[in-house]
């Protein structure tokens, strides 16, 4: 047996190989750059020119507030998103995938990110080749390289044969040594071509869609009110100045940090209900999900399977079927099922006059396993075949002995058997036997005239708990669909053990037969999908979503990898196999629905919030900044210095990040949601243009009634400005009126509380003068807080109208 590497080499390799990642760049260096790269926002690079010219020109109040606000704008920014991907790199830490290694003679469990060349590494089926190496051994080795190739049929892995980072063991044995780790891999590169040529999802090329609406609304509006005040003649820096403000303004800056601080809270409390978050953007598509598809095994069921009966064909209890179901899940060397298991521990069979000679390993497209033996007693050679019994029948001609032909009424008794057993919940294998001839290596073209043996038949109960959280998940909106390698009549079996209302079933080689169009008319009726293959399987779900569902997948074994990556949501559990792990956005600790089912409401909850931001921040600086640039064209002064709009960005901002924390009404919870730009842009105009109205209802209160100068007409509009954006978040974080409506989170109450308590003290304290405010009288203030209580009365009764419009 190889030694493999020694520890001290182990460690110097790491020094020089570095780790087995694909981060180029680590720890401080990495957050230097994170905090250097928020300086590149074009509007930061404006603000910044902006303060450097009042500098210039003496202005150097405006310069300090300025640069200040940036700072502590970037500032913040930086470390909270920082602190979240921390957060999040935690998390992910739990179901890092690990690597069987041999160094100094014995075995290791490693992670895969410790490996260097050199390394010998196990590998069996069901695990990711962590690097790429070379085969040194191997036993019916064959690896699924579709993620580097395309190529979906597994691959022959011979001694010598190359073997690269990030394709998987489909079956067989072997042992690998390490090549290149890390960045010098294909798997790497690839990976770095795929970065270059990311393709975002729906939901980020939406939110890309409406940065770009924003920006040309922006252009227009700073060209244009830069053109009107210059000329008016107004001072050009403070014009300038004006105009950059009116930007940043519009822009809801903060919508980056505030989704990462919604997924990294959702992500965190998902965590708590056992729900690992691997991929915090894919929250969004958790929330939004109304169809899951899912195997039974352990789902549905128990998940204790157990050995139950040893059947011939007729029915009757047989020792022979029990003995070759035995030699078969003991001498096999691929990858470990439960049935197998469960043969095995059932009782020990004496199996000393057998010595094995070959195995043909299990694959998804025979469905069945076989191992040679030979009998040492009855002087010959034996291939036992294991397998799905439909699959097993077909390759059989023979009952038992091999003057018995399976046929005729023969064959119908022994199918009718296999009915019943299936009936009455049991999982079946078929066991058959061939007399054959000394080869040096036997395939499974050597698999045919079979003598059929029997029946060996599992029980894997349904579980109690999933009558419940399958009412919790209709009452969510979410349609379950079980696609499961079994045969349709145990699926049915446990279907009614649970409660789950079957509309309708189809197998495998049903879904063959039909055309694109057919299948997608069937999938909206079909509950069960029995006797799939992983490519059926992958079918299913691609037509689920061109039907416009937002499809998750639950698997944990090697053929669900492909369907877990096909899916929107790709759901795997702590005890899966790597291939399935490492395709999945979501870990379960436990193999539950229930588990699953509190991770869909919170990320609904976190959904909801982040859609309540959106449509504050927008509509609420849209309408003020269009207040502002209409102002600009009748007034003799500016509405607002910019110094004046940046301070209330500042503490508009400071107010929205209790937002996460906030309440959900249970609609959100219990209803999948998508995001609609249409829905955001009409609530944009819709608000915004009710906040002008109000905006300009101040403007002649403070000009006409108050006769106002320019410091006091910038800071009543100032406070109203400030006070009708905080509170309208009171309207719009919930559809519903008062009386229904969820109740604020405190932290937003609190954020909302403290940051208008600020501006009040802004206003009416000296420090009025740094930012040019002049003084105001309680009356005004009075009359000022009647207009904003208008506003949001105003604001209830037109959110009302929005909602029963259906436009969400």
């Known amino acids: 047996m190889v030694s493999g590497l020694t520890f001290r080499e182990v460690k ?71 602190r979240s991907e921390q957060a999040a790199e935690a998390l992910k830490d739990k179901v890092r995938v690990k690597a069987q290694v041999i160094r100094e003679g014995s075995e290791h469990t490693v992670p895969v990110s410790e490996l260097v060349p050199g390394d010998i590494v196990l590998l069996s089926a069901g695990k990711l080749i962590p690097a790429d190496g070379i085969i040194q051994d191997s036993k019916d080795l ?41 960045s010098q891999t294909k798997f790497a590169h690839v990976v770095e071509a795929l970065q ?65 601080l919604n997924l990294t809270k959702g992500s965190l409390a998902m965590a708590k209900n056992g729900v690992i978050v691997k991929q915090l953007s894919a929250i969004q598509d958790f929330g939004s999900m109304d169809v899951l598809c899912t195997d039974k095994t352990g789902t549905l069921t128990e998940d204790r399977i157990v050995l139950v009966k040893y059947v011939d064909g007729g029915g009757e209890s047989s020792e022979t079927v029990l003995t070759y179901g035995y030699l078969v899940s003991l ?35 025979r469905k069945r396993e076989a191992v040679v033996v030979h009998s040492q007693k009855q002087h010959q050679r034996l291939l036992i075949v294991k397998g799905a019994p439909e699959e097993v ?62 029946f060996l038949a599992f029980l894997d109960p349904a579980k109690q708990s999933v009558a419940q959280t399958l009412e919790l998940m209709e009452r969510l909106g979410i349609t379950i669909k079980i696609i499961t390698g079994d045969n349709a009549l145990v699926a049915q079996k446990i279907a009614q053990d649970i409660g789950l209302e079957v509309s309708g079933v189809q197998t495998g080689e ?75 956005d979501f870990i379960l600790m436990r193999k539950s629905l229930h588990e699953l089912a509190g991770g869909v409401a919170e990320g609904r909850r976190t959904f909801a919030n982040t859609l309540k931001y959106l449509r504050m921040s927008l509509s609420s600086n849209f309408g003020n900044m269009f207040s502002m640039a209409a102002a600009s064209l009748f007034l003799p002064f500016l509405p607002m210095l910019a110094t004046q709009i940046l301070l209330n960005n500042l503490l508009y901002d400071s107010s929205q990040f209790a937002i996460p924390l906030d309440n959900v009404d249970d609609s ?22 009710l906040s002008s109205v109000f905006d300009f209802v101040t403007f002649a209160t403070l000009l006409l009634l108050f006769h106002a100068d320019e410091a006091t007409f910038q800071a009543g509009w100032f406070l109203e400005s400030f006070l009708t954006q905080v509170l309208v978040v009171y309207v719009i974080r919930s559809r519903f009126g008062p009386a229904r409506r969820s109740r604020p989170g405190w932290a937003l109450v609190a954020s909302s509380f403290i940051t208008i308590l600020l501006a009040m003290l802004v206003i009416v304290l000296p420090l009025r003068t740094l930012f040019g405010f002049g003084i105001i009288s309680s009356s005004q203030i009075v009359v000022l807080s009647l207009i904003v209580a208008s506003y949001l009365i105003t604001a209830e009764i037109l959110k009302q109208w929005f909602y029963n419009k259906d436009t969400t």
Request: with cysteine; hydrophobic share 45%; net charge neutral.
């Open 510 to 584: 049903d879904i063959n037969r039909l055309s694109t169009e057919r299948l997608r008319q069937l999938v909206e009726h079909t509950t069960i999908f029995a006797r799939v293959n992983p490519e059926q399987k992958m079918r299913i779900i691609q037509t689920l979503r061109q039907n416009g569902h937002v499809v998750g997948y639950m698997g944990d074994g090697i053929n669900d990898a492909p369907s877990i990556q096909a899916a929107d949501v790709g759901i795997s559990v702590n005890n899966a196999v790597d291939v399935a792990k490492d395709a999945a």
């Open 12 to 82: 110097n390799r790491q020094k020089q190989y570095g780790a087995n990642t694909f981060a180029s760049t680590q720890g401080n260096n990495r957050a230097l750059l994170a905090l250097l790269a928020r300086f590149k926002n074009p509007l930061v690079i404006i603000l910044l020119i902006a303060a450097t010219l009042s500098l210039f020109f003496g202005d150097r109040a405006s310069f300090f507030i300025i640069t200040t606000i940036i700072l502590l704008s970037v500032t913040l920014d930086f470390i909270n998103t920082y």
């Open 142 to 182: 064959y690896c699924n390289e579709a993620s580097l190739t395309g190529e979906s049929f597994p691959q022959a892995k011979p001694a010598q044969a190359v073997v690269y980072m990030g394709s998987g063991v489909a079956s067989g044995t072997g042992v690998m040594e390490v090549q290149l780790t890390g």
């Open 393 to 454: 029948l077909k390759i059989s001609t023979s009952y038992q002995t091999i003057g018995k032909k399976l046929t005729g009424q023969r064959r119908r008794h022994v199918e009718q058997t296999y009915a019943n057993l299936s009936q009455s919940g049991f999982r079946v294998l078929a066991v058959a036997t061939k007399t054959i001839h000394p080869a040096k290596r036997y395939e499974p073209s050597d698999e045919y005239d079979l003598c059929f043996q029997g």
């Open 196 to 260: 270059s040529k990311h393709q975002p999802t729906a939901f980020e090329q939406e939110m890309k869609d409406f940065s770009l609406l924003i920006i040309r609304i922006t252009f227009v509006l700073v060209l244009f009110v830069f053109a009107v005040n210059a000329l008016f003649h107004h001072n050009l820096l403070q014009s300038l100045l004006f105009s950059l403000a009116l930007a940043v303004g519009l822009t809801p800056e903060l919508l980056p940090l505030i989704i990462t």
């Open 668 to 689: 959100e919870v219990y209803e999948p949601h998508t995001l609609s730009i249409a829905n955001l842009k009409h609530f944009m105009w819709s608000y915004g243009l």
């Open 331 to 365: 001498f096999s060397t691929g990858f470990e099922n439960a049935l197998d298991t469960a043969v095995r521990s059932f009782k020990t069979i004496a199996h000393y006059d057998y010595q094995k000679i070959d195995e043909i390993p299990f694959d998804f497209e």
